[in-house]
């Protein structure tokens, strides 16, 4: 059994560490809001982005624009969205073992977060490109992964792109991902993503319209063409649709690692109570033997 003195240092150490947690709780926290804030407020845009391909599809066809062809071949290429530091629970290994569930033989990688470029190393993967985002998180700098993804794909090396990220649900709950970003196919466009908040964009029904409204809900007009809109709008597509995964990740990282912080804090202040009430058995114990000493010396002095 520890001594007093053990108990003590204990006591202390588990405070120190409760210290730690608790301040890099409150720093993963107001991350966190901003994270979660920046990644919600970008869902309405890509949702609307959605709705504008799937009109500009339903009016072109797929030999308008290389991004919406198929490639010839089964060789792919992973895009990894993970953490650059840990402590934020088991995000990143769920993340990885869903990886290596879906992913083939005939897969490269491109990496976005140290903590991914270290797991491909371990697994002697083949890693083509390591990329790191600051936060905030930029467009452009998430345009540059995508125009780096888009030029692989457009080459002919790769039949297809995929991304692997962890999907922001709520603070509580992050589902790990791994969706096709290229090529861009009708049922991706038509299907709703959670993810993003895309759908297809079902407006109200008809008899919910104004009656004197002649204009169809949901219905564009494109110029100069719908091919010359289409040559724009399906970069910027590409480019958002990454751009929207990497902030899903970040919120998903700063939620898991405030979670994970408020309970290592709980743990440590549930500790120190046990630990200090040992110690106070202890101390009670040590004092009442003194007594029952300095009695038995007293009647035996009589």
Same mark, same amino acid.
């Given at each position: 059994m520890a001594n007093l003195r053990d108990i003590r240092r204990r006591i202390k150490s588990v405070k120190n560490t409760a210290q730690i947690t608790k301040a890099m709780q409150l720093v993963a926290a107001s991350k966190m809001k901003k994270a979660q804030d920046q990644a919600l407020s970008g869902r309405p845009y890509a949702d609307l982005l959605n709705d504008v391909l799937v009109n500009l599809k339903e009016q072109t066809n797929e030999e308008d624009h290389p991004l919406l062809k198929e490639n010839e071949g089964e060789k792919e290429l992973v895009i990894l969205v993970s953490t650059d530091k840990g402590l934020c629970g088991g995000l990143n290994t769920n993340l990885f073992r869903a990886l290596i569930d879906a992913a083939s033989d005939n897969t490269d990688y491109v990496t976005i977060g140290r903590k991914g470029a270290q797991f491909l190393a371990r697994s002697k993967k083949e890693l083509l490109a390591d990329f790191k985002i600051e936060d905030p998180v930029s467009f452009l700098a998430s345009k540059q992964i995508s125009e780096f993804a888009t030029?692989? &794909?457009?080459?002919?090396?790769?039949?297809?792109v995929r991304v692997a990220f962890t999907n922001f649900v709520n603070t509580m709950t992050q589902h790990s991902m791994i969706e096709t970003l290229l090529p861009i196919s009708p049922i991706?466009?038509?299907?709703?993503?959670? &993810? @993003?908040g895309m759908g297809a964009g079902q407006g109200p029904e008809a008899g919910d319209l104004p009656e004197d409204s002649q204009i169809e809900y949901g219905g564009y007009i494109f110029e100069p063409s719908p091919a010359a809109v289409l040559e724009t709008a @399906?970069?910027?597509? @590409?480019?958002?649709?990454?751009?929207q995964m990497i902030l899903e990740s970040r919120a998903s990282e700063h939620s898991a690692r405030m979670v994970a912080m408020k309970a290592a804090t709980d743990n440590a202040n549930d500790m120190i109570k046990d630990l200090t009430l040992d110690y106070n058995k202890q101390r009670q114990a040590a004092i009442t033997a003194e007594l029952l000493e300095i009695t038995t010396a007293m009647r035996a002095l009589e």
């Open positions: 030029e692989k &794909f457009l080459s002919g090396d790769y039949a297809r991706d466009l038509g299907r709703d993503k959670d &993810f @993003v @399906v970069p910027q597509y @590409v480019n958002y649709q990454l751009y």
